[in-house]
């Protein structure tokens, strides 16, 4: 006697918001893993389990899909920033800073790693430059109220911010690989060189190696 065939579970009928998150978190996972241009939508399809028009009928091609990834990673990264800038001294203020963006480079490591490719030609979406100019205007004010205690020129301050952004999300780009030392420490060793840089500036710096035109 044969024995009948075990009945297929029905699958279980996403709504809508539910098959758009799906294809988000399947995108933002092969967006980080190969990059957007060796990501198709015909894998992103599959692994959903869906055909190719579902993908466009949701965000119109791949390009609107990476541009809604992009943008939630980047607000989520400067939420976290801001929302770490409690009252404090500047240089406690300097630590949140430092400490927000490896905490998330640390918890959103495939969306830093999205973040630091280049947008694709002709996207309206931002590069990670543009993205790290808008988290040095975030933290920009710390500076220039320390510059104004230090007698200095606060209209240097965004320049600064954009420096001490770059250095932080640069060091981070290469301790997501290495994980090592601790995260408070490589925090701790960030804010080492820039509050000790800071705290020597000069008010007029210039070049000893090239004549002054």
Known sequence: MTEPKPRRSPRVRMTSADRREQL????????AEKGYEATSVEEIAARAE????VVYEHFGGKEGLYAVVV???VRKLL???TASLTAG??????EQAALALLDYIESSSDGFRILVRDSPVGSSTGSFI???????TRVEHILAEE??????????????????VGMVALTGQWWLDVRRPKKPDVAAH?????WNGLSGLEAKPTLSTRPHK
Do not use: C, W
């Open 24 to 31: 988000i978190n399947i995108a933002r996972g092969l967006f």
């Open 50 to 53: 869906v055909s190719k028009p």
């Open 71 to 73: 943008d939630r990673e």
């Open 79 to 81: 939420d976290t920033v």
């Open 89 to 94: 001294r500047a240089h406690e203020l300097v």
């Open 130 to 136: 543009s993205i790290l100019s808008d988290v040095g």
């Open 147 to 164: 510059f104004k205690r230090r007698g200095l020129d606060p209209k240097f301050a965004p320049m600064y911010a954009q420096m001490l």
């Open 190 to 194: 960030l804010v080492n060189l820039a």
